[in-house]
């Protein structure tokens, strides 16, 4: 919590006057916190106050201001995506299903039954099926997704394993005969089926697996085998109790006619089957074993894979980007390893997409609690006055309001990304295809990173009513934490953002065009990297901090600077430690750069967003929290600003000011806003966040026996 | 992560040898990183390299760099407490009885049931006896705490509750008559019994309880009722199941002669039986319920009590600090409700200073297993080189060594908290009282914030061994979760802080003397408010960085510009606001300055702590943490510090750099570091955390099945 110093000129002057006497000195430089402190030092009821009553309220109490005129029906109808009917869908079955509902006390063998059940019924008695939608209508897929993991995030991630891992894999790796072998089964979920691409040594290096499948010509077989216990396919989702299927990627190997007897042709995805169709028994030369309880999702049956010379079919290669004729030819209509392996990887983007999404959902979910119950609860209050509500106080409005703003970025964001990405899916647009690839890497990372570290804030800001199962926010901390390590790590997915700057700064440099997320920076390059201006920096008025032009210049002048000093800085180490050492000495500074380019990808397409909101009231109201999102991003990093000059002091302290007083603004609307999120009753559960307040208090008291 | 531009002037004479040919130009100024790039992206192969490979192992990989020659067992011992004799006794005990090992999967109910055999076991089988540590030795006390709240956490907490709660309000708030009846049930467990404070409206304002115990001079007893619901007793641990009696904290109302019937006599504790001694069911006007799951501990029965007219004798009020005769007179030492409110809950102290302390042993857990593995585990790494450990990566070095270091200076600073704590309770010196006071509720709330953080953190830094249960980071965060709650929200202890420095600002400008933890300030106050010294605030040496004097410097530089600064906000603010408004104006800033307070005086414990170091190789150790502690600290908020120029431009980037530098001094040492917590693997238990590394993974196989 960075603070700057309020400077004061009052000092000498004031303290002075400080006495013993402390009955004729009532004015002295600390009379004024005593009676609070009393108040909280020995819990006394105060002497009685002399101040002005109202004028507290106007300034702590929300009731009194002038509040925006927010309208929750017509700022949640802005807010809605294309796909809600589907999401009521997917409510309304698991509510007329109380059955299938997750208890809070499970057994993790009860925990991954009842999951299977919940995700057989979506599909065959309520007749939702996602398959169709993972290639014909993303959008729709990602909805259902986030409707599903709302119920029970262990259902959430395994419906993923089977539609968009093991049924993706089949789809966008394999060809049409893998279609038409396998979609229907998938897609009725007689198939179950695993993505068996992590081992227990080989996560983010992903090129390092060294599970095998040697080509046999005499029997047309590939052979699948783990060499060693550091290749066990490990972690894998449906593989400890349900699959019959996985797709297993491992190294290809030809034999050849020299003395190396075969050749590494890369990694590619082989169809393996692990169990019988009919007695579910493993399949002989499979070892399956049971990944054991998670930190969360277990109601997801994680297990490790142990392959013993385990044949399939030549047809079980996935050959959409590499196939191998009878003969034990390798052909390919993509020239090198690198190639290929970089377009197998590519097709499985969508995954970080959902995640994104999803990780943006369960952030609203716990906001909306961590915010209701902040209104409801009252704790201390003025002088002979009633409590006020906890989220009346300023430490309480500084842990929830900037991340409510940030909600709401990450919410037009991960839309934005899901548009983004269906198009791709539609146009197989190069340069499309690289946008989607570092933007769903930079938004999975930042918004999984960012909802994690806000479950902790929301139980926190509850207390000890946080701290009850029964309000959801040790499950929702638990199931999502995996969220920044799956699909890509997290510090690994950034590393791929600055990459991916760098190329386009490289690209700059030689006169090309520049990938459309990245456009600002073409200009930046040649309009930020001067001094800053000297005038500008000194601007403290709320219009100009309020300005979108200040605030996207302030993001992408940070962003500019950073890529350009990281440049100059690897290329400077490099001389003595090479492309790895230096990459790895400027490690801190280049995730600096891939975080702050993504925050200003989020703070455009949020602007952009607030522009297109044609109702006032919705307008104003997020005006107001991106602002907020903004100007606490920059606050966050006032030294980065600090230290070149961007901002002058009296600047900074007027941010930080200012910070305050939107936190104190959002407050005022903040139960709209979470109203806005039309998250059901029946989605959040927490009895303390149901949307009737008065009953929430109740409804906690009764679920314990009262 | 705020991060300094990186300033050069190499823009424009580098940038423009870029050009369309590539093959010509491979030193324009993005050449360098592309090797890393292709890796990274593509995942392959890259060209050969031509950089000096001793080099870079020279700067990335520890092996070859000079170490420093740490030796384990002395700066071991130089750590180990008083009584770590009696951890090893609790340690021995457990291990010699599996069947009291908590299994990862287990039931509320069981959970509960083997937490109460762990706790009869240790106090009737292995005879260790907390119960008479409390008073007479409270530092064996806090050792056994600490050691058997890493067999689990739920038994720490339960012991706490009957040893420190339950046991401590009747010895510190009765009289001789009180400990003559229940010490000898309380020691051995027959008489489990509840600290009922807490209600369901009331956690924080504690003032502001509602229960009431009314007395009757007909029958001499006291009737104990609740209100309604707001006033029911919530979050009870003991309760649910176990306890037999509980310390009630209620209004003691007695009757008068006018024509108000009763007077309110303020807050005070009452003995209740609960539960019939023999039947064990729930005596006649007790109603309880379970409060049922929670985020983590759930080995402990938190329940709900609701009392009807329930009649205890009058004998059962703790009367040490307040007592009614028989005749229905009050009659007190102590002047006013609050002095007398002050004295009760100034008795209740020693649960936060436990609380910091097990904090720290958590962290200590948590950090071992997080760092091992990270030395352990090795992904990408030079090209044609074989991996390296994750810990070789800067980035993962930022996220952990700074943490160690932080253990470190939190180890020196509770134990000195727990010296503080059993010097108090001997001397009952009144300057003493009120410094422990706010020094644990200070290191209570920092410690536990950065435990429950660094948790988090650790378990990202483990990717997706992190993740499997038996690594243990979800139960350990789920456990300590509520440390940042309970005896105390850390929101509300930070302000007792801050009120504590307001009252020594006070006491300073009356003439008076400061307590001992603050009185740097007496010294900050004439020295550091002129401004900050232009040539000192260029100077970037390393010798000056390190040196303990500009460290100390500019901790209490900063805590006194902000006392001094949010003393005259205060006061402005007051004009309009009035006291409560005014604190709540500033409490941003107020917590800030309590948090600064806190760091200094951790960083003076540790730089005393290393002065009394006489092992050489140990005192390097600890002066490189020391270091890495300070900087690490400065540099989160270089805003600050850059804002009233305190650090220069130039500075601001030497204390960046030198910060990565000690980070990757530290990693150097950082399994002897670790090793130096002395924390058998009994007690790390995780696969991953194991001391002898290589079997680590072989562990982690096994334990699956292979």
Redesign the interface.
């Given at each position: 919590?960075?603070?700057?110093?309020?400077?004061?000129n009052?000092?000498n002057s004031?303290?002075r006057t400080?006495?013993?006497d402390e009955g004729n000195q009532q004015k002295?430089?600390?009379t004024?916190?005593?009676?609070?402190?009393?108040?909280?030092?020995?819990?006394?009821?105060?002497s009685p106050?002399?101040?002005?009553?109202s004028?507290?309220e106007m300034?702590?109490c929300a009731g009194r201001v002038k509040k925006i005129d927010v309208k929750v029906a017509e700022l949640s109808s802005f807010m809605r995506g294309k796909h809600r009917d589907i999401q009521e869908r997917v409510f309304e079955y698991f509510k007329s299903r109380p059955e299938l509902q997750t208890p809070?006390?499970i057994?993790?063998d009860e925990h991954r039954e009842l999951c299977m059940r919940q995700l057989v019924g979506l599909v065959r008695e309520a007749n939702i099926r996602p398959f169709k939608y993972v290639v014909e209508d993303p959008a729709k897929y990602f909805a259902i997704a986030e409707a599903v993991g709302s119920v029970d995030m262990s259902l959430g991630i395994k419906m993923g394993v089977q539609y968009s891992l093991w049924g993706g894999s089949v789809l966008n790796l394999g060809s049409k005969k893998h279609r038409d072998k396998y979609f229907e089964g998938i897609d009725s979920m007689d198939y179950p089926g695993c993505f068996a691409m992590?081992e227990?040594?080989?996560?983010?290096?992903?090129?390092?697996l060294q599970t095998v499948a040697t080509f046999d010509p005499l029997t047309d077989e590939f052979i699948i085998d783990t060499p060693n216990?550091?290749a066990?396919k490990?972690?894998i989702g449906n593989a400890a109790v349900h699959g019959k299927f996985a797709s297993v990627f491992a190294k290809l190997m030809l034999p050849t006619h020299d003395t190396k007897g075969v050749s590494d042709m890369g990694v590619h995805a082989f169809i393996v089957p692990i169990r019988d169709l009919r007695s579910h028994e493993p399949l002989p030369g499979v070892?399956i074993?049971?990944?054991?309880?998670?930190?969360?999702l277990n109601g997801v049956d994680n297990g490790?894979l142990?392959f013993r010379s385990v044949r399939i079919p030549r047809d079980n290669l996935l050959n959409r980007f590499g196939d191998v004729s009878r003969d034990g030819n390798y052909t390919s209509s993509l020239p090198s390893?690198?190639?290929r392996?970089?377009a197998t990887?590519g097709e499985l983007v969508g995954g970080r997409v959902g995640l994104a999404y999803s990780s943006n959902g369960v952030l609203k979910i716990a906001a909306t609690i961590a915010i209701r119950y902040s209104l409801l609860r009252?704790?201390?209050?003025?002088?002979k006055q009633p409590?006020i509500s906890i989220l009346?106080?300023?430490?309480?409005q500084?842990k929830l309001m900037p991340m409510l703003a940030s909600t709401y970025a990450f919410h037009f964001a991960t839309l934005h990304l899901v548009d983004k990405y269906c198009e791709m899916k539609k146009s197989h647009d190069e340069e499309l295809v690289g946008d989607v690839h570092a933007l769903s890497a930079g938004l999975k990372a930042y918004v999984t990173s960012y909802t994690?570290?806000s479950l902790?804030i929301c139980?926190?800001s509850c207390?000890?009513h946080?701290?009850?199962?029964?309000n959801r926010?040790?499950s929702l901390r638990?199931d999502h934490?995996?969220f920044?390590?799956?699909e890509g790590?997290?510090?690994?997915l950034l590393?791929?953002v600055a990459?991916?700057l760098?190329?386009q700064?490289?690209q700059k440099?030689?006169?090309g065009s520049l990938a459309v997320t990245w456009s600002y920076l073409k200009e930046s390059m040649n309009t930020y990297?001067s001094q800053p201006n000297p005038v500008t920096s000194r601007w403290e008025g709320e219009d100009h901090l309020r300005d979108p032009n200040f605030q996207l210049d302030a993001f992408r002048y940070?962003t500019s600077?950073?890529l350009?000093?990281?440049?100059?800085?690897?290329?400077k180490h490099?001389k003595?430690?090479?492309?790895?050492?230096?990459?790895?000495?400027?490690?801190?500074?280049l995730?600096?750069l891939a975080?702050s380019h993504v925050e200003s990808v989020i703070l455009e397409i949020f602007i952009e967003a607030v522009r297109s909101c044609s109702d006032e009231g919705s307008k104003v109201a997020l005006k107001l929290v991106c602002d907020l999102y903004a100007l606490d991003r920059i606050w966050?990093?006032?030294?980065?600003y600090?230290?070149?000059d961007y901002v002058a002091?009296n600047k900074?302290?007027a941010i930080h000011k200012l910070t305050?007083y939107l936190s104190f603004q959002v407050r005022n609307v903040a139960k709209e806003l979470v109203d806005a999120f039309d998250l059901p009753d029946y989605v959040i559960r927490a009895p303390i966040g149901l949307q009737a307040a008065d009953e929430a208090?109740?409804q906690?008291?009764q679920?314990?026996?009262?």
């Open positions: 919590m960075a603070h700057i110093f309020m400077a004061t009052s000092r004031t303290n400080a006495r013993d002295h430089i600390i004024v916190p005593w009676r609070r402190i009393e108040r909280l030092s020995l819990h006394l009821n105060p106050n002399h101040h002005n009553l004028q507290i300034l702590i809070l006390e057994s993790k992590t227990l040594h080989h996560g983010s290096n992903v090129q390092g216990d550091r066990i490990w972690w070892e074993h049971d990944c054991g309880h998670k930190v969360g490790a142990k390893i690198s190639k392996f970089g990887l009252q704790q201390f209050g003025p002088p409590e009346d106080y300023q430490s309480h500084h994690a570290k902790s139980r926190e207390g000890g946080g701290y009850a199962a029964v926010f040790g638990n934490d995996i920044q390590t799956f790590d997290n510090t690994v590393q791929q990459i991916d760098l190329k700064y490289k440099f030689r006169g990297l940070r600077r950073l350009q000093s990281v440049a100059s800085r690897l290329q490099s003595a430690l090479g492309g790895f050492g230096a990459w790895n000495r400027c490690l801190n500074h995730l600096t975080e966050n990093d006032i030294g980065t600090r230290n070149v002091p900074a302290k305050e208090y109740s906690y008291t679920q314990v026996g009262f």
